[in-house]
């Protein structure tokens, strides 16, 4: 049984031993049968786990639970390959918008000859212009 109550449970500790096990959020929440919200709010210190759920996380974490509850002396983000990750994640994401962006004026053109009176007609139907939740998309990105 765990030598620490769950009042005791730190959430960056669990995104810490997470983060050591190479493991996404996605990752943990299916390997210990719950949804990523509940983990993420236990990371965020939004929740505590069940004391039965702590021994659970430990197991999948190949932790013992007492590991849960202790300070998390080393930063996060230290954690090799995870910046490197992100980074990957948010150029991807970024070229996939553009693209998809220009794949959608150029369809556009060859359906509407007059670009200037399409993008009247469907502001007028819509209330915003063609591109504009994806333009909107790649300004977060970039």
């Known amino acids: 049984m ?6 005791e449970f730190n959430g960056d500790r669990l995104r810490a ?5 190479g ?10 049968g719950l949804a990523e919200s509940t983990i993420r709010g236990w990371e965020r210190a939004r929740h505590k786990p069940p004391l039965e759920r702590l021994v659970i996380l430990a197991a999948a974490l190949d932790v013992e639970p007492a590991e849960l ?8 983000m230290d954690v090799p390959g995870v910046k490197a990750q992100r980074k990957a994640k948010k150029e991807a994401a970024r070229a996939w918008l553009r ?6 004026r ?6 509407h000859e007059d ?7 469907y502001l007028e139907r819509n209330g915003h212009l063609p591109c504009a ?10």
């Open 133 to 142: 939740p994806v333009e909107a998309a790649v300004e977060v990105w970039t």
């Open 99 to 104: 693209g998809t962006l220009a794949e959608f």
């Open 106 to 111: 150029r369809h556009m053109l060859d359906v």
């Open 23 to 32: 493991l996404s959020v996605e990752h943990l929440a299916q390997k210990v």
């Open 2 to 7: 765990p030598t620490c109550g769950v009042s």
């Open 69 to 76: 509850c202790r300070a998390n002396p080393e930063p996060v």
């Open 115 to 121: 670009w200037e009176e399409f993008e009247e007609w």
């Open 17 to 21: 031993l997470r983060l050591q096990a």
